[in-house]
């Protein structure tokens, strides 16, 4: 087996991958916020399924010293959510969003997010929990998702991969999404164990947090996009890398520039087909 080389390889990943629903931004005066939390949150009971928003109180507050319990507005009914963030994305969130009163600390230890950061937040939790279905899947309603629970989200997406190169040298590595919002077409990764956890995955990824996650953002929340790229490319080019003599191999650099150079129209690339169709022989073509 000849190795693929892909050490001078460009990737490219293209696409968007999930879109945060649409929240219009509303800002309550501190007063607002303060005499929220003085008489409790009135709008408990006013949602039938939506992660322990039902009664946000059962929800303790969290003791990781790794996060801190957040509450914003559920985006399709206003009713309370109330879920953990990382300190990481709390400190990114507070660094994007410096307007007045987008952050109030209870005195219980939580967060009450306002304003443009609660709209952020509340459109992404919006696309997990309604557009990929986390809550309709979710039997007992406590935020968690076990793998069969996991198979019938809609938290897939399918994309179509291309690679190019001469010989043993692969030059790019290109994959574009072509459709999202598919049942998962993988095994339940641990960013999909819960709401929090894909919220907090989203929140991380998400590097200009303009509500679309873009492919490369995507593959960038779950290591080096690159590395991931190519690994994808070598497991499909695997069945194809085989002995085959190269029928470039005792071109000249300059031969194969010109070659490269005639691609470049039509009649050109007829003839790069016949070349590799004949294995380099020359004699199938015509003037």
Do not use: C
Request: charged letters at 30%; proline letters at 2%; a negative charge.
């Amino acid at each position: 087996m000849t190795k693929l080389d892909f050490s001078q390889t460009k990737v490219q990943a293209i696409g968007t991958v999930f879109t945060a629903m649409k929240v219009a931004v509303k800002t309550k005066t501190k007063q607002q916020l303060e005499e929220e939390e003085g008489i409790g949150q009135s709008s408990d009971t006013s949602m039938s399924k939506s992660y322990k928003a039902s009664n946000v109180q059962d929800k303790a507050i969290s003791l990781n010293p790794n996060e801190q319990t957040v509450l914003f507005a559920d985006p399709t009914n206003g009713a309370f959510v109330k879920l953990n963030l990382s300190n990481e994305n709390i400190d990114k969130l507070k660094k994007h969003f410096t307007g007045e009163n987008n952050f109030l600390e209870r005195k219980d230890g939580s967060l009450r997010l306002n304003g443009e950061a609660e709209a952020f937040v509340s459109g992404w939790f919006g696309d997990i929990a309604y557009k990929r279905e986390f809550l309709r899947v979710d039997e007992n309603s406590d935020g968690r998702l076990d793998e069969k629970e996991y198979r019938e989200t809609k938290n897939g997406f399918k994309s179509l991969g291309r690679a190019e190169g001469i010989g043993k040298n692969v030059s790019s590595v290109t994959e574009t999404v072509y459709e999202t919002y598919t049942s998962p077409n993988a095994t339940q990764p641990k960013e999909a164990e819960s709401i929090d956890s894909m919220l907090n995955f989203m929140l991380k990824s998400n590097i200009n947090m303009d509500n679309e996650l873009s492919f490369r953002e995507f593959l960038g929340g779950l290591g080096n996009y690159r590395e991931l790229l190519i690994d994808d490319a070598k497991k499909h080019l695997g069945n194809i890398d085989d002995n085959r003599p190269n029928p470039f191999e005792d071109k000249t650099a300059a031969e194969l520039k010109l070659l490269l150079e005639k691609v470049n129209n039509k009649e050109a690339q007829k003839a790069l087909q016949k070349l590799r169709a004949s294995n380099g022989d020359e004699n199938t073509l015509t003037a």
